[in-house]
Each structure stands twice: as structure tokens, then as C-alpha cells.
């Protein structure tokens, strides 16, 4: 009897246990499907929350103020720009001296440039009696608008003319750009350039004065018209050149003959000096040369 009641107690506790495991496996989704349920009203709380705020965010964005961008032309417009002073209505001109080299000959040679600055559209102009090259064309204009930057003097309404006086027919080349420059300087200034200094050079539309050829020859000319300073580019008063040298070998009845050239360096102020008692200088740029011819 006393194992049947024990046996007895022994099925009752496993069925209550039966019943718990039952009970917590159906109550374990329903919690689960709980939560989840209550993550999705949050969540979907939040974002309705979000979305109220969101406008007010959005407006106070639109408030903020943005950086200022503008069209490349616009913006170039808008900055400063120094101001040019105006010239009178009168004709301007001066002349100044320029140097080149006989294109038949080789020889060096003296003319002369005649800026004239006169009432007009703005524009460049060259006489072509005698016929000029275009880029002696192409010098004048770079040289009537540097000229007009460096002296700030407006030549909006005004027509710059060239003239030369050359001893040849053909007048071509860059090398008076530089000497074209400061003639116009000196028409915009009403100044008048020192007669016994001369130049040659290109000139770049940043005032740079460039190499050219014919130094020597061109320093002959200038010495005989009269020159006391002779500029040259910065970095054309030493020269260079070849200078040839024969060596001759008998063979037999024959004589062989071998040519060198030979490189040798010349310093042109040592030899203006030596030979004319004319001063050789460099000049790298128009402000450079403006003060020889302006003192």
C-alpha cells in the first residue's frame, strides 16, 4: 500500500511538471509577438515624431545662409578694378630712336618710331609705308597696351599709331618692341626720353624685355649716331659666338684644310667701351629701361 501511494505521488508531480513545461511553451510566443509588437509602436512613434520635426529642421536649413557662388564673368565683374586716368583730347606723339640690322648688307642701322596717341576707337594701328612684318604688328600692340598699364593711363578712347622712319624697305622683327614700349610711355607722360641712350628688345605683355640678334652690329650702329648707353636684354651682355680656325696638313702634293669653330665669349661692354667710349647695360624689364630714359 505504501508503494502504490508513493507511486501515486510520484505521477501527480510529474504531471504538474508535465503542465508547466506546457503552460511555459505557450506563454514564451505570446510574449514575443508582445515585444515585438510593442519595437513596432515605438518605432513607428518615432518616425511620426521625426516627420512633425522634420519641416521645422528643413526650414531652418533654408534659412542658414548659403555661400555666395556667382557665373565666372560675373564674379570677375564684380572685383575691383583699378581705376585708369583719362587723357586729353589732344594728339600725343613722341619719337624715339630704333635699331636693326640691313637685311642686304648685314650692317647695323638707325631709324626711328613715331608713336602718335589721338582721339579714336581704341585701336592699334601701324603705318606700313615702309611695308611692315607682322610681328613687328604684333610688338606694337603689346607695346601700346603695357605702356598704357604701366603709366594707368586709359586708351579705351583713343587710336595708337606707329610710323617708322627706316633706311630699308622692309622693317621686321620683334627687337623695337622694347623700344616702341618706352616711346609710347613717353607720349602718355608727355615726357621726353634721353636722345643718347638707345635700346633693343622684345617686349612680353608683362613688361619683360627678351633676347634678340645682331648686338654687335646693331652696337656699332648706335655708337655712330651718337649713343653714350647702349641697353641690351639682361643676360645679352656676355655673348657667345664661334669663331673659325683653319689648320692646315701637307700630304704629298696636296694640302688638306681643316676648319673649327672655335666658341668665344665676348662681353659687350667691355667692348663698346674700348671702342666707342659707349656704355653696354642689361635691362630684364620697361621699368628697368624707363629709368635710363627718365632720369
Known amino acids: 500500500m505504501a508503494r502504490l501511494i508513493a ?5 501527480d508531480e510529474k504531471k504538474e511538471a508535465n503542465a508547466e513545461r506546457s503552460v511555459a511553451s505557450v506563454v514564451s510566443p505570446k510574449i514575443f509577438l508582445a515585444a515585438l509588437l510593442a519595437v513596432f509602436i515605438l518605432g513607428f512613434g518615432f518616425g511620426f515624431v521625426s516627420m512633425l520635426a522634420s519641416p521645422q529642421s528643413q526650414q531652418q536649413q533654408l534659412q542658414q545662409p548659403s555661400p555666395t557662388v556667382c557665373p565666372k564673368t ?6 575691383p578694378v583699378p581705376s585708369f586716368a583719362s587723357l586729353p583730347e589732344q594728339t600725343l606723339s613722341s619719337t624715339l630712336r630704333v635699331l636693326a640690322v640691313r637685311s642686304d648688307t648685314g650692317a647695323g642701322a638707325v631709324g626711328n618710331v613715331t608713336v602718335e596717341i589721338r582721339p579714336g576707337k581704341g585701336r592699334v594701328l601701324v603705318n606700313t609705308n ?14 601700346a ?3 598704357a598699364a604701366f603709366t594707368k593711363k586709359s586708351i579705351a ?3 595708337v599709331i606707329y610710323s617708322f622712319d627706316s633706311p630699308g624697305q622692309l622693317v621686321g622683327g620683334p627687337s623695337a618692341g622694347a623700344a616702341m614700349t618706352i616711346a609710347t610711355i613717353a607720349a602718355l607722360e608727355g615726357k621726353t626720353p634721353k636722345r643718347d641712350v638707345a635700346m ?5 605683355s608683362d613688361g619683360k624685355i627678351g633676347f634678340i640678334g645682331g648686338v654687335i652690329e646693331k652696337a656699332d650702329a648706335a655708337a655712330a649716331d651718337g649713343v653714350k648707353l647702349f641697353l ?3 643676360g645679352q651682355e656676355i655673348l657667345q659666338y664661334y669663331r673659325e680656325q683653319d689648320e692646315q696638313q701637307k700630304q704629298g702634293r696636296f694640302t688638306i684644310v681643316r676648319r673649327y669653330y672655335i666658341p668665344v665669349q665676348l662681353d659687350v661692354n667691355n667692348y663698346t667701351t674700348g671702342e666707342y667710349g659707349m ?9 628697368e629701361a624707363a629709368k635710363a630714359f627718365f632720369p
Open 232 to 234: 641690351v636684354p639682361k
Open 157 to 159: 578712347d583713343r587710336d
Open 7 to 11: 507511486s501515486r505521488k510520484q505521477g
Open 74 to 79: 560675373e564674379c570677375l565683374a564684380a572685383s
Open 130 to 143: 615702309p611695308f611692315v612684318e607682322t610681328d613687328t604688328q604684333q610688338s606694337a600692340d603689346t607695346a
Open 145 to 147: 597696351h603695357y605702356a
Open 200 to 204: 633693343t628688345g622684345t617686349i612680353d
Open 279 to 287: 656704355t653696354t647695360r642689361g635691362v630684364a624689364t620697361i621699368a
